[in-house]
């Protein structure tokens, strides 16, 4: 018997290694992150002095209630992606003594570069604006194939569309899930809907980060956005101010950051 047991004694690792292996997937499905509980602990303040935040409270009871994709498994790949694209972050102090919420932080485009860039080091909470193709499969697969793998002449041509829709769409559809973001629409009667998701998500104290830049002076296939500075830009994303005003009475700061690939720093 005694022999037996010890045959068996390697084995009693699982359970517990199962019980681990279990808690883990648990904290990584669970809807909370960080930016969550720094509001819960705002809200629980606000409740205690007696002030009210809707928008505060709507965001979190659907983050509680309801299951969505978190940014643990973000902050992960952040963590590993940052060595290899190593930058230098200039001027944190100017974005010290504003109240989240009122920050509008607006950078340059650059192709993927500068989204890639403000993801890995702005060094405040925010949820970005995306174009809202972006959501859509086809969307994202065309935009991708006539913005970058076009003119990747050493792939052939049979399998580029086949490579975005099985590796590069279902990591960005989880990547715009992660990080929460605003669609933005160009059509006039759905742009209202961008502007009404965004006061929102600043009235739940949320700071939000744009790309203006339009892209769009180029013939498909071509770099949509100058490589090094800025270029045209839409204008209409100032109307957050005397929106986010009329609803709050508070001031929204828009804060100008620059990534310089050349440089290979974040000017805030």
Known sequence: VESLFE???PLMILPPMLLLLAAFVSVLHFPMN???FAKLRRFLTLVEEGRENPAMKEQLDNVVVKRHKNRYALKV??????PLYYHKVLGRENLAGYEDGTMILVC?????????VANLYVPISFRPWSANDMMDKEAIVEHMY???MKRQRWIPEKWKRPIIRGLFYPFFRWVFQSIESIPVYREPRRLVQTFRLTLQAMQAEDNILIFPETGEDHAYGERGYVSEGVGQIYTGF??????????TGKRAVFVPIYASRKLRTLFI
């Open 238 to 247: 100032a109307m957050l101010a005397p929106l986010y005003y009329a609803r």
């Open 77 to 82: 790949l952040i963590t590993l992606v940052r």
């Open 7 to 9: 045959s068996f004694r």
């Open 108 to 116: 340059n485009h650059g192709e993927l570069y500068g989204p890639v």
């Open 146 to 148: 006539q913005g970058t």
């Open 34 to 36: 960080s930016r969550h």
